[in-house]
């Protein structure tokens, strides 16, 4: 029996399902509600945007796989309880038997992925921003992050906001979607191992790919302890309290955790990328392949969120 016969469809289906189901969840308990049908509505309209992307994401993947015949499996949604992640998932994963043998495939198989998902998710950043209010900036509690791209879409929507107002991003579960949707193609698109980023840098760059891969990981340890560092010394010079001191400084080390997970997770395969056996790529890959750079440099975050004290 082959290795294609032996997946099983329900295990899909079973663990989107559950992904469904915890990001539901999510949305009700941490998105602003004053009564249970807002709380209700919340987690509808949050499960519905977040999944619409994520889906869109991986379609992406599979409907290139599919094209350039490679042994692609469909995607396995990863659930997560929201009392351990803000947003009841982790993404989804397509497992590929083999390798990619072209790098025109290559570059169409990474790059499929995040350019479907963020065809949804910037839509409905700015569909949610029109329901978003203006608060203090304070009255939040703490302040998501911030990319070039959420920063445009907010002076799009907004204007320019007076000094010391934001808006709350929380209040619309379309909008909180949208802007995770640009967190997780940021996050797909780092130029590590056979991450999305990965495969894209490979097909542009070739070997280059390795050191590339490598450098970036250890950046990810150097980068959220500098992180970590800069916002515990801003919170210590304020004279703040050992505990919001400590509180300021965690949000720098999801680097560091991100860069332990992707140790654990590259460790057996590495983070260099399995050649390909040929060299050429179209015009049109390596258009490709630039606007995926440019898009990971306009949704790039040097923070998911952190406390405003």
Not at 55 to 81: C, W
Not at 91 to 114: K, N, T, Y
Not at 159 to 180: V, Y
């Amino acid at each position: 029996m082959s290795e294609v016969k032996k997946r099983n469809p329900y295990v899909n289906l079973a663990l989107f399902l559950a992904t469904v189901a915890m990001v539901y969840w999510a949305g009700m308990l941490h998105l602003a509600a004053v009564t249970i049908s807002d709380a209700v509505y919340n987690g509808a309209v949050f499960a519905a945007s977040l999944m619409a992307i994520l889906v869109a994401h991986e379609t992406g993947h599979y409907v290139m796989a599919r094209k350039n015949q490679v042994d692609a499996s469909l995607p396995y949604f990863i659930p997560i309880p929201p009392l351990i992640s803000l947003f009841g998932t982790l993404g989804a994963v397509i497992v590929m038997r083999g390798r990619i043998r072209s790098r025109s495939a290559l570059m169409q198989v990474g790059a499929a992925g995040p350019l479907a998902g963020m065809l949804v998710a910037v839509p409905l950043l700015f569909i949610g921003l029109r329901q978003c209010p203006i608060v203090d900036a304070t009255s939040a509690g703490y302040m998501e992050g911030q990319s070039l791209l959420y920063l445009l879409a907010k002076y799009i929507v907004f204007g320019p906001l007076p000094e010391g107002k934001d808006i709350l991003i929380n209040d619309s579960p379309m909008a909180f979607a949208g802007w995770f949707g640009m967190l997780i193609t940021m996050l797909n698109m780092l130029p590590i191992g056979q991450l999305d980023g990965g495969h894209i840098f490979y097909a542009l760059f070739g070997d280059l790919h390795g050191k590339v891969s490598v450098l970036f990981h250890r950046l990810l340890f150097v980068f959220g302890l500098a992180l970590a560092t800069w916002y515990g010394f801003d919170a210590w010079s304020r004279q703040l309290s050992t505990e919001e001191i400590v509180a300021s400084a965690i949000p720098g080390l999801s680097w560091v955790f991100l860069g332990t997970i992707m140790f654990l997770v590259f460790r057996k395969r590495g983070f260099f990328h399995p050649p390909t056996d040929d060299n050429d790529l179209s015009l049109g890959g390596k258009i490709t392949g630039i606007a995926c750079l440019f898009v990971f440099v306009i949704t790039f975050m040097p923070t998911v969120m952190r406390p405003i004290l």
